[in-house]
């Protein structure tokens, strides 16, 4: 008995949410993530049916669905109860629709066909509203039907370009973003040059002390002018690596 209410409920219209869909809850979610990290065998990058069935079983029942299935050996799928292609070639409209887009379709054009639909339809409601009882809609409901159908062609249609308008969008957001991580490594440059710089002018200045008592007078204020420049140079050294945590953390 369960297995045609599975059935119907598949090839309904509109048919229910499959029941594990309250697993699709942020704590799995979070569980299945640390379960990529610790795992050896990557989940995502798992091609081989076998492969994957085993890894599958490895995971608890609740965690199970978050890996998306194999696609379908025969290249083919059901979807409401209709038996579909993974490569559907397209199909061109009927011979009793005249193609009201230019060939490829525009931006432009797609506009114009959905001010049409609605025109069309606010017509058709004018009608029926009017007089129900008329016939006058049924040209009216047939400009609609060319209408939609031209629409749903002329999307078809534009898929490859919209493609292509995506990918081009990706690229320059990549491209955006080298420029401004070479920017920010000529800013850190820039101004790791400047420390180095300060810093060898602190050695100039800094110097060794002299006293010129005695000869043991002297020995002793270069080890305290040596133990000052390093005590010095040791400080700078924390500030210059201090600024360069701050600027690759940022």
Not at 171 to 176: D, G, I, K, L, Y
Request: hydrophobic share 35%.
């Amino acid at each position: 008995m369960a297995e045609p209410r599975q059935s119907s409920s598949i090839t309904a219209a509109f048919p229910a949410p499959p029941p594990f869909y309250k697993y699709f809850t942020e704590t799995n979610l979070n569980r299945f993530a640390e379960l990529q990290t610790e795992s050896s065998t990557d989940l995502e990058n798992t091609k081989d049916h076998q492969r994957l069935l085993r890894s599958l079983l490895n995971l608890p029942p609740e965690l199970r669905y978050f890996q998306p299935p194999p696609a379908p050996p025969n290249g083919q799928y059901r979807s409401f109860g209709e038996d579909r292609l993974l490569a559907a070639p397209l199909v061109p409209l009927p011979d009793e629709t005249s193609a009201l887009y230019p060939s490829p379709p525009t931006p432009a054009s797609l506009i114009q066909l959905t001010r049409s639909i609605l025109l069309n339809f606010l017509e058709l409601v004018h009608i029926l509203a009017t007089n129900p009882s008329a016939t006058e809609y049924g040209p009216k409901w047939e400009d609609l039907r060319d209408l939609f159908r031209n629409a749903h062609q002329a999307i078809n249609e534009y898929r490859p370009h919209q493609a292509r308008e995506a990918l081009i969008l990706m690229m320059e957001a990549q491209v955006e973003r080298g420029k401004r991580e070479r920017e920010g490594i000529g800013e850190l440059r820039t101004r790791v040059d400047e420390m180095l710089a300060d810093l060898g002018e602190g050695l100039d200045e800094s110097g060794v002390e002299e006293d010129g008592v005695n000869g043991a007078g002297l020995g002793q204020g270069r080890w305290r002018g040596e133990d000052g420049v390093r005590e010095r140079e040791m400080e700078d050294e924390k500030r210059m690596w201090e600024v360069l945590r701050q600027d690759l953390g940022s």
